[in-house]
RNA sequence: GCGGGUAUAGCUCAACGGUUUAGAGUGUCUGGCUUCCACCCAGAAGAUGUGAGUUCGAUUCUCACUACCUGCUCCA
């Protein structure tokens, strides 16, 4: 643990130290589970989300774009669930350290008092025999009576309190002497509700009417756009639909770094599929995300499938995709089997209608969806622990010594070459560097550096990723060639000026790594 | 949100309540030297998270705030 603990703490500081990633505001002390993306962060970034974008949608002539606005019709949160399902109400007991949601500790005393009701009932069942009447039983028993009469009070003052009384809830609470499950106490703090979902509003005054949220997840937009996007691009079922976008939760704790954030990217598909047909495709894209991540460098051992033990209120199955980071085994990308519940929920709360005419069986219907959604941000923090390692090189005689080395797929890497002088002081050799910089820069991302021997410049790029850099020397002023050096093995080879961009886009283009797919 | 811990140069760490002008390594910058993996030499810039309190005196003790780590909790 403490060693995790260690490797997480290096890449933090090595992310920030090397400009990938700083806290957000941090002059003003910084703002909590905000990140902001420093030059090598950004870059990364663009390139995971460019392998995810070509990979879905540029590959699949049935998978089409989408960019779909951050703020949406409130109603949409009503369709979608999220108004509701996201606003707990939360109680915490102050002895045990333990949280429960208010409502649910006052269900379980309701389920008490029925569990009670029951016994009583079979009871005088077993007693009476044959002729039991139970309805009668149940209505007339004074005892049962009473506990059924207490049952429903309770739960009409919750169903009160739940909208718009939180601080009788906790008086409610308190008068049923409701103790914590676990240590008896009742100790209770207020009852709070934590509203997942940040609001705004629209227009300059402030108001009911104009409330408006930032969107919790990318989604939304895909579905309500289900129409528009299907009859423009002329896709028929099963197609899906891509996008790329912020989305924002008002976490309670947020947590890990860039792991759980308040402002965060997703990139999810909604794949529209027959009623009936979705496990086919569930299964289908559960290997393909899974091939994704395994071809840009994760290794199996780090990957894994974990099912969702409690489906959400959409989904008829759901997996994760987990990542080994180095706090352990967590949520990267999530797969989803979401049946018609989104689109169902838009159709009736629009009141438009929201089908597909299926020509093949000549009807109409609501789709059915299967998600895939990952973590933009997630996906970087897994490259990047995966990636930062240290090993064990020869320095300039020939001893050990360590080195830090950023070892990223080369197709995702920052910077893809470094242009190198030998030596800084001798203008021929700065010269030639310039002019090869000038050369190669238009190809892909490159940087120039004369500063410091070469050795220290090479461990510079490491720390960055850069998967190659090329050196100028002497012989290059007689015969145009290069040595350029791999960031992983070390070993330099000699090539001409003319070969650079040839040579390196073979190795860092996102098509060949695409092709592998 | 509750409990525990932490906060000193970009980074990693020092400094008895006062010998201090808050040190060191590393990194950064400038100059020199250097013909391929953290060389060397000379110089420079750079820090006590914020705000109160105790004290003659606070980086050091107390409190609050902020942020980070961590257990609980939550996670569409």
């Known amino acids: 643990m403490a060693q995790q603990d260690n490797q997480f703490k290096r890449l933090v500081s090595h992310c920030k130290e090397y400009g990938f990633i700083f806290q957000s505001s941090e002059v003003y002390d910084g703002l909590s589970a905000v990140y902001d993306y420093g030059p090598y962060g950004v870059l990364l970034k663009n390139n995971i989300k460019e392998y995810w974008w070509k990979s879905m949608v540029q590959m699949h002539e049935n998978i089409v774009g989408l960019d779909a606005s951050i703020f949406m019709h409130p109603k949409t949160w009503k369709a979608s669930g999220h108004v509701d399902a996201f606003n707990d109400p939360l109680i915490d007991n102050k002895d045990s350290k333990k949280r429960y949601r208010a409502d649910v500790l006052v269900e379980d005393y309701m389920a008490k008092i029925e569990a009670k009701i029951n016994k009583e009932v079979a009871k005088a069942k077993k007693r009476f025999g044959d002729s039991f009447d139970e309805a009668q039983f149940r209505s007339t028993n004074p005892r049962v009576l009473k506990n059924q009469e207490k049952h429903d009070a309770i739960g009409k003052r919750l169903a009160n309190g739940m909208r718009d009384n939180l601080a009788d809830v906790k008086a409610l609470i308190e008068e049923l002497g409701i103790a914590c499950p676990e240590s008896g106490s009742k100790n209770w703090t207020d009852v709070r509700q934590f509203n997942l979902m940040f609001s705004t509003q629209l227009g300059t005054i402030a108001g009911e009417e104009g409330k408006l949220y930032l969107r919790p997840e990318t989604a939304q937009g895909i579905f309500v756009n289900f129409l528009n996007v299907q009859k423009t691009s002329r896709q028929k079922i099963p197609f899906g639909i891509a996008q790329i976008g912020k989305a924002f939760r008002n976490e309670i704790v947020a947590r890990q770094f860039i792991f759980r954030m308040r402002e965060f990217e997703q990139m999810e598909m909604q794949f529209f599929v027959r009623p009936g047909e979705e496990m086919k495709y569930y299964e289908q894209w559960k290997a393909f995300r899974l091939k994704w991540h395994k071809t840009i460098g994760s290794p199996a051992e780090k990957l894994r499938f974990h099912d969702h033990d409690n489906l959400a209120h959409y989904a008829n199955a759901a997996v994760d995709i987990q990542f080994d980071f180095p706090f352990g085994f967590k949520e990267l990308e999530g797969i989803h089997s979401r049946t018609d519940f989104d689109l169902t929920q838009h159709q009736e709360l629009s009141g438009r209608k929201i089908q597909y005419y299926d020509p093949e069986l000549k009807e109409s219907y609501v789709p059915y969806v299967v998600e895939t959604s990952i973590g933009c941000d997630r996906m970087f923090l897994a490259v990047m622990s995966h990636a930062l390692t240290e090993d064990v090189v020869p ?65 510079r790029q490491d720390a960055i990723g850069t998967p190659y850099c090329v050196t100028i020397d002497f012989d290059t002023l007689e015969d145009n060639t290069v040595t350029i050096r791999d960031r992983d093995s070390l070993a330099q080879e000699r090539i001409a000026i003319d070969d650079i961009v040839k040579t390196i886009s073979g190795k860092i283009d996102m098509s060949t790594l695409l092709s592998q797919l």
Do not use: M, W
């Open 395 to 459: 320095d300039a005689n020939g001893k050990e010594s360590t080195r830090l080395v950023l070892r990223l797929h080369p197709a995702i890497a920052p910077i893809k070459c470094a242009v190198l002088p030998l030596l800084k002081n001798k203008e021929e050799l700065t010269d030639k560097a310039r002019e090869v910089f000038n050369k190669i820069k238009f190809a892909f991302d490159c940087q120039y550096d004369e500063k410091d021997a070469i050795g220290r410049r090479y461990r």
